[in-house]
């Protein structure tokens, strides 16, 4: 019988949503090879020796950016590489959820069949954008970095506080983007190569785009959320998660025989007998506690973990877990639309039975979960802590090792 590495995705991310895949992973059990398509898309290969690599993993994990996806289904960010303005256009009209408002710029280079066509209408709705003379928009063009400053500061000067001294940059003239760069300077959104240095002319980089633009977002505070609201949402979802796994101990009812057939087809034959014995555990619900709690990464990470265990439940291997801490929780920083929330106290002894032995492991899942407003105005959480890339070798359907 082909047997498949269990994907160990544990020792990768530290989302409380995980907690229980280190005792698979310690098991050191075989399970048949699940589609992780969806996790290795905000994981990209280029990303992890990158200096801001935490930014980037945000803005894939809030869905505000999209990696590349080559033949192979390898995915890459290219934070280096330069960013067009239509591009940014789009970055920012998601960050701030704009439908397109009253008297839109019509731009002769930017017709209703293009991508970007809807994104820089609703930006020119609001007066963030304006064209580059004679008509057009030029949305195929690299972006400066004096751009950005201009547009960010337009987007956010009713709801970020534009105080402070701002830095000297030598090299900016004194042109239109003196008072923008300044400006932005001044919340702290742009920095510059070194005090004296901006580089206005310069086309800017795709991760220099998204760390000007998640500084802007951070730094909104006129329609703060309250915190007992945020800390409140995150324990009651690592409650629900923590009664659904442990009532799906006991089992949906599901007959070992019947599991065996789904996982081996017809002829069983080969099937451990542990598994022909044993009872299904039902993690579904941990999909209905995703929808209601959780949306971009952290969604489909216990989408994910749902499939997982219940993989492992089908080859007969019993987990037990017992809460053994008690649940803190602070609110690190919040903005207008975005907020972290560190989780301590999420401590776990774990017990993993398989061929009636059984072993025990302590997990310590306790880490930082980061939320967003949503269009209806509810949160939710959507990322968290990633410490190192996913092995993505172990998540195509079929691999083996």
């Given at each position: 019988?082909?047997?498949?590495?269990?994907?160990?995705?544990?020792?990768?991310?530290?989302?409380?949503?995980?907690?229980?895949?280190?005792?698979?992973?310690?098991?050191?059990?075989?399970?048949?090879?699940?589609?992780?398509?969806?996790?290795?898309?905000?994981?990209?290969?280029?990303?992890?020796?990158?200096?801001?690599?935490?930014?980037?993993?945000?803005?894939?994990?809030?869905?505000?950016?999209?990696?590349?996806?080559?033949?192979?289904?390898?995915?890459?960010?290219?934070?280096?590489?330069?960013?067009?303005?239509?591009?940014?256009?789009?970055?920012?009209?998601?960050?701030?959820?704009?439908?397109?408002?009253?008297?839109?710029?019509?731009?002769?280079?930017?017709?209703?069949?293009?991508?970007?066509?809807?994104?820089?209408?609703?930006?020119?709705?609001?007066?963030?954008?304006?064209?580059?003379?004679?008509?057009?928009?030029?949305?195929?063009?690299?972006?400066?970095?004096a751009e950005i400053a201009k547009i960010v500061v337009r987007a956010f000067?009713?709801?970020?506080?534009?105080?402070?001294?701002?830095?000297?940059?030598?090299?900016v003239p004194d042109d239109w983007s003196k008072p923008y760069v300044e400006?932005?300077?001044?919340?702290?959104?742009?920095?510059?190569?070194?005090?004296?240095?901006?580089?206005?002319?310069?086309?800017?980089?795709?991760?220099?785009?998204?760390?000007?633009?998640?500084?802007?977002?951070?730094?909104?505070?006129?329609?703060?959320?309250?915190?007992?609201?945020?800390?409140?949402?995150?324990?009651?979802?690592?409650?629900?998660?923590?009664?659904?796994?442990?009532?799906?101990?006991?089992?949906?009812?599901?007959?070992?025989?019947?599991?065996?057939?789904?996982?081996?087809?017809?002829?069983?034959?080969?099937?451990?007998?542990?598994?022909?014995?044993?009872?299904?555990?039902?993690?579904?619900?941990?999909?209905?506690?995703?929808?209601?709690?959780?949306?971009?990464?952290?969604?489909?990470?216990?989408?994910?973990?749902?499939?997982?265990?219940?993989?492992?439940?089908?080859?007969?291997?019993?987990?037990?877990?017992?809460?053994?801490?008690?649940?803190?929780?602070?609110?690190?920083?919040?903005?207008?639309?975005?907020?972290?929330?560190?989780?301590?106290?999420?401590?776990?002894?774990?017990?993993?039975?398989?061929?009636?032995?059984?072993?025990?492991?302590?997990?310590?899942?306790?880490?930082?979960?980061?939320?967003?407003?949503?269009?209806?105005?509810?949160?939710?959480?959507?990322?968290?802590?990633?410490?190192?890339?996913?092995?993505?070798?172990?998540?195509?359907?079929?691999?083996?090792?």
């Amino acid at each position: 019988m082909k047997k498949h590495t269990f994907l160990k995705v544990v020792s990768s991310i530290t989302l409380v949503s995980l907690l229980l895949f280190p005792a698979a992973a310690y098991a050191a059990e075989t399970a048949p090879a699940l589609d992780a398509s969806s996790i290795k898309k905000y994981l990209p290969e280029d990303v992890k020796d990158h200096e801001y690599a935490a930014t980037i993993h945000d803005m894939l994990q809030s869905g505000l950016v999209n990696g590349y996806v080559d033949e192979a289904g390898n995915v890459t960010v290219k934070p280096e590489n330069n960013i067009t303005r239509a591009e940014f256009v789009k970055i920012l009209v998601k960050a701030l959820d704009l439908d397109v408002a009253a008297n839109p710029q019509e731009f002769s280079d930017v017709k209703p069949e293009h991508w970007h066509y809807d994104f820089i209408r609703t930006a020119s709705s609001h007066g963030l954008i304006n064209g580059i003379g004679e008509g057009q928009f030029a949305p195929d063009r690299n972006i400066t970095r004096a751009e950005i400053a201009k547009i960010v500061v337009r987007a956010f000067e009713q709801t970020v506080p534009f105080t402070g001294a701002s830095k000297q940059f030598t090299d900016v003239p004194d042109d239109w983007s003196k008072p923008y760069v300044e400006k932005a300077s001044q919340a702290g959104i742009v920095n510059g190569y070194d005090d004296t240095h901006f580089g206005p002319n310069d086309k800017a980089t795709r991760v220099q785009a998204m760390l000007m633009l998640q500084r802007a977002l951070h730094k909104e505070n006129t329609t703060l959320p309250d915190e007992t609201m945020l800390k409140n949402l995150v324990l009651e979802m690592n409650q629900k998660l923590y009664e659904v796994v442990t009532e799906a101990v006991y089992g949906s009812g599901e007959t070992g025989d019947t599991v065996a057939e789904e996982v081996y087809g017809n002829e069983s034959e080969e099937a451990d007998t542990n598994v022909a014995e044993a009872v299904y555990a039902d993690y579904s619900e941990i999909k209905d506690i995703s929808d209601e709690y959780a949306t971009g990464f952290y969604h489909d990470v216990l989408d994910l973990s749902a499939d997982i265990l219940t993989e492992l439940s089908k080859l007969g291997i019993k987990i037990e877990q017992k809460h053994v801490a008690d649940w803190t929780l602070e609110v690190l920083w919040k903005s207008n639309r975005y907020a972290a929330v560190k989780v301590n106290g999420d401590v776990y002894d774990v017990t993993v039975t398989k061929d009636g032995q059984s072993r025990t492991h302590r997990v310590d899942a306790s880490s930082t979960v980061f939320l967003k407003k949503m269009n209806d105005g509810s949160w939710k959480v959507y990322g968290g802590e990633v410490k190192q890339p996913l092995p993505t070798g172990h998540l195509q359907p079929g691999s083996q090792n």
